[in-house]
Structure formats: C-alpha cells, structure tokens
C-alpha cells in the first residue's frame, strides 16, 4: 500500500525560508496527484493553504507557495512568522479514491 | 460567509452508537459533496468518509460497515451516524467541504469519545 510521506519536523528561523516535502512511499509526485496542503496548530481546525500543486485558497499570504521539486510536492514559507508555527500536513489524490493526507510535520519558529 | 455548526460528539461505550451533525450555511449545501475526516489525540488527520451530491458515499477501510454519511439537503445537514464504536474511533472529527482533490474549507470539530 502506497503511503504518503511527509518529514516528521522542520525548524526555520524567523523572517527566514523551510520548504516542507510530501513524496511517496512508491513513486512521485507529480501535478495529476493534485497535492493539497493544510496548516493546524494544537487543537485548533484545519485550515486549507495550497490545492491542486500551487493554487493559494482564499485568504492565504504570498509568503506561503507551492510547488512540485523533483519527485514530491513542496510547500515553502518564505519569510516565517512566529504564528506559522503549528503542524502542516499535505493531501494526495492516489487515483483510487479520497485525497490521503500525509502524517504531518510539526514546523518550529526560533 | 460559510457557517458551521458541529454537533454530536461525546462519550460512548465499547460496541456503542453515537450521530454526529454537522450543520453549515453560506452555499448551495447540495452542490457539493461532504467529508468526515478525524484526528486520535496526537495524532494526523484521517479520511472518514465522503458523500457527493448526487448521494454516492465512500468510506475509508476502518469505518466500512460501521459508520454511515448522510445529508438532508433540505435541513443543510451532514450526518455521521457511528456504530459499533471501538476505542480506536476516539478522536475530534471534522466535516468538511470537498472539492474532487481536495478538502476547500473546515467546519469545527466534535470530540468522540469510546471508553467503558
């Protein structure tokens, strides 16, 4: 069974860049996988960042982008604020089914 | 402006029922299809289950059989009616709007709780 990879933690410090991956565990990622992202923190709702590769949903900063890098999907915070620190997970659509989230990297701000 | 109003969580027992509500308005609620997703304390997010407009329901390996979605369209109404409840099924569940690739936007969760 073809699971979703993410890293399990990232720290960036702040004002600087961290690009977050999502492969998987058999073959890449491409834009037909329609990679989604969503930002958590602790006990809050998912909030959708990123659809379909690199489009921002409705509200989302610049300072967030997405992108595909060689053979994962990628997710960059350009610019980190201390209020980007909480968890990111990303989705893929396997084709066979509902969009499959990642176990999510917890992002740290120092 | 979308609005969500979730409902339903609690405490249930091993082999247990419990329905969940997940109330929304600010669309066309029959226009699209609905997702369950849930998070186990500590854990990532997990797909439940999925109802598009047209009725067709999807669900993920470890519900299949015990959980059902529905929708009363005319109420703008998203249900998870959960049976059989094992302690594995504790979690906050969300509901979700779906696009065909995509989770677009969140309502709050609802703690589900199974301990005897």
């Known amino acids: 069974q073809t699971v979703v990879t993410q890293e399990p933690s990232f720290s960036v410090s702040p004002g600087g860049t961290v690009t977050l991956t999502c492969g998987l565990t058999?073959?890449?990622?491409?834009?037909?996988?329609?990679p989604s992202w969503y930002q958590q923190t602790p006990g809050q709702t998912p909030r959708t960042l990123i659809y379909?590769?690199?489009s921002r949903s409705s509200g989302v900063p610049d300072r967030f982008s997405g992108s595909i890098l060689g053979n994962k999907a990628a997710l960059t915070i350009t610019g980190a604020q201390a209020d980007d620190e909480c968890y990111y997970y990303c989705?893929?659509?396997?084709?066979?089914?509902?969009?499959?989230f990642g176990g999510g990297t917890k992002v740290t701000v120092l | 402006e979308v609005q969500w109003l979730v409902s339903g969580g609690g405490l249930a027992q091993p082999g247990g029922s419990l329905t969940l509500s997940c109330a929304v308005s600010?669309?066309?609620?029959?226009?699209?299809?609905m997702t369950w997703v849930r998070q186990a304390p500590g854990k990532g997010l997990e797909w439940v289950a999925t109802?598009?407009?047209?009725?067709?329901?999807f669900y993920a390996d470890s519900v299949k059989g015990r959980f059902t979605i529905s929708r009363d369209n005319s109420k703008n109404t998203l249900y998870l009616h959960l049976h059989s409840l094992r302690a594995e099924d504790t979690a906050m569940y969300y509901c979700?709007?779906?696009?065909?690739?995509?989770?677009?936007?969140w309502g709050q969760g609802t703690l589900v709780t199974v301990s005897s």
């Open positions: 979700a709007r779906h696009y065909t690739f995509y989770y677009e936007s």
């Open positions: 600010g669309f066309t609620f029959s226009s699209y299809a």
């Open positions: 109802i598009r407009s047209d009725d067709t329901t």
């Open positions: 058999s073959g890449s990622v491409s834009a037909s996988f329609y």
């Open positions: 379909n590769t690199n």
């Open positions: 989705a893929l659509y396997l084709g066979s089914g509902m969009p499959v």
